[in-house]
């Protein structure tokens, strides 16, 4: 059974760091597309960034220049570098991984993630 368990989340200043960690279980790990999708109440649901198999990284125009995804295989977890945050940045992260097709591993294709963790919670106040 496929879990995804985020952390690292909090409450930051206008302009602060946070990382966020996922671990995961239960299948193998560098075989899936990863990624980091962010929804708070009320609002869409957008995709953050993705990592494919390949460990190649696309990022949503929002936060591009800003946030870093990248893994460590031989943990089986998975990571996002939030720098220079903006209050428009809170939000709930969700942790979420797929057996999509390596073209479709993109934050734009959030509905082709099968498994999700259960979230973490980002504050950023101005």
């Known amino acids: 059974q496929v879990q995804l368990v985020e952390s690292g989340g909090g409450s930051v200043q206008a302009g602060g760091s946070l990382r966020l960690s996922c671990a995961a279980s239960?299948?193998?790990?560098?075989?899936?597309?990863m990624g980091w999708v962010r929804q708070a109440p009320g609002k869409q649901r957008e995709g953050v960034a993705t990592i494919d198999r390949y460990g190649r990284a696309t990022y949503a125009d929002s936060v591009k220049g800003r946030f870093t995804i990248s893994q460590d295989n031989g943990k089986n977890t998975l990571y996002l570098q939030m720098n220079s945050l903006e209050p428009e940045d809170t939000d709930m992260y969700y942790c979420a991984a797929g057996t999509t097709a390596v073209i479709y591993c993109r934050p734009t294709y959030t509905n082709n993630f099968g498994y999700w963790g259960q979230g973490t919670q980002v504050t950023v106040s101005s």
């Open positions: 239960g299948y193998t790990y560098n075989t899936y597309c």
